[in-house]
């Protein structure tokens, strides 16, 4: 407990001298083993990691073989090390240890897959993939769901549009799981498109079956309140509430929740205007995301208050550079509106000094 404390506040050397400790006196606890290993990866510890991924195999043979996990953290300290072939190979070593487990979870392998895109690149991992994907195995429809999403998190959408479609058309054979993870990326997937009728009509499907899902009541408030032909606020409001319910159930708080419903009542406007920016000042006291201060920004201009309102959208600005300096897909059109959202601050923060006495 000590160790994870410490590893919480970034102590992370304190907390492996500690959870090493307890390994000294437990050394065949698995459950600490692995806390050990996160901690030395949370830590960025990339030689200690490396080095105790080869002492756990040297002197472990059955974890050698079966270890999947060990070897996910070995690719991971590896590829920190600039040692990219070596890393490869370690993921694909856990990977055929999943694929040799008749009982073992699909989702243990998309996990790996997504580990390779965040730690190697995105097109090792659509390699990968895509190998799985044209299989003849009736997994196969689902690895056309991990491929469309691996396709979207490189920013080509049109190619993942087209990889769900492909997945959709043999939802037939998924089993209900899967169908529900493929109903939420062909969403996300439309969304970034912009084709949200499709989108629209994939996450009502899904809350059929999964009535609580806080992605699709998110999406679904945007969809109606800014991508419809015909604005539905009150449609817009209820799927916000319904999602803040769901969040509030869960005891948790969720930035982007908060923002979407902050945001409709922002769009609502009248009374519901205040009612939103404290949503939206909630929402970044959770966690700052881009789109939340923007809104703000908007906000703060409806209430004709151009000083703050640059304030958030300058900050939503940094935010959305932070995003591209990280190399990260960002949404062209968010950062279009900020801008445009900055030239009309800009323009009432002239006014309002023009009229000073």
């Not at 000083?307 to 550079?321: F, N, T």
Request: hydrophobic share 45%; aromatic share 6%; with cysteine.
């Amino acid at each position: 407990m000590l160790a994870k404390m410490y590893s919480a506040r970034a102590m992370h050397e304190r907390a492996a001298l500690k959870i090493r400790e307890a390994l000294t006196i437990d050394p065949s606890n698995g459950d600490l083993l692995r806390d050990y290993l996160d901690i030395l990866e949370a830590g960025r510890m990339w030689p200690q990691l490396l080095a105790e991924t080869d002492r756990v195999f040297s002197v472990d043979k059955n974890m050698a073989e079966k270890g999947w996990w060990v070897h996910v953290k070995r690719a991971v300290a590896l590829s920190n090390v600039d040692r990219k072939q070596e890393a490869m190979a370690a993921f694909i070593k856990a990977m055929d240890i999943v694929q040799a487990d008749k009982t073992a979870d699909q989702d243990v392998l998309i996990a790996i897959i997504d580990k390779i895109r965040m730690t190697l690149d995105n097109e090792r991992a659509i390699a990968r993939a895509t190998m799985l994907a044209n299989g003849k195995t009736p997994e196969a429809a689902l690895w056309k769901v991990v491929l469309a999403y691996l396709y979207l998190q490189g920013g080509d959408n049109e190619t993942a549009e087209k990889k769900i479609e492909e997945a959709r058309s043999q939802s037939a054979v998924m089993e209900e799981k899967n169908l529900i993870t493929c109903l939420s990326v062909a969403g996300n997937i439309y969304m970034a498109s912009g084709h949200f009728d499709k989108a629209r009509s994939a996450y009502e499907d899904l809350l059929v079956k999964r009535p609580d899902d806080l992605g699709a009541l998110n999406n679904l408030a945007c969809v109606f309140a800014e991508h419809s032909a015909t604005p539905d606020m009150t449609k817009a409001l209820e799927y916000s509430q319904r999602a803040v319910a769901v969040m509030n159930q869960r005891n948790s708080q969720d930035a982007s929740v908060l923002d979407t419903v902050g945001w409709m009542n922002v769009l609502a406007g009248g009374p519901k205007l205040d009612a939103g920016i404290d949503f939206l000042v909630n929402s970044i006291k959770v966690n700052e995301i881009a789109e939340a201060q923007y809104h703000l920004g908007e906000a703060y201009l409806k209430k004709n208050l151009p000083e703050p309102a640059k304030r958030s959208l300058s900050r939503a600005g940094e935010l959305i550079q932070e995003r591209i300096d990280k190399k990260q897909v960002i949404d062209e059109n968010l950062k279009k509106r900020i801008e445009e959202a900055s030239a009309r601050a800009d323009k009432a923060l002239l006014d309002l000094r023009a009229a000073a006495p």
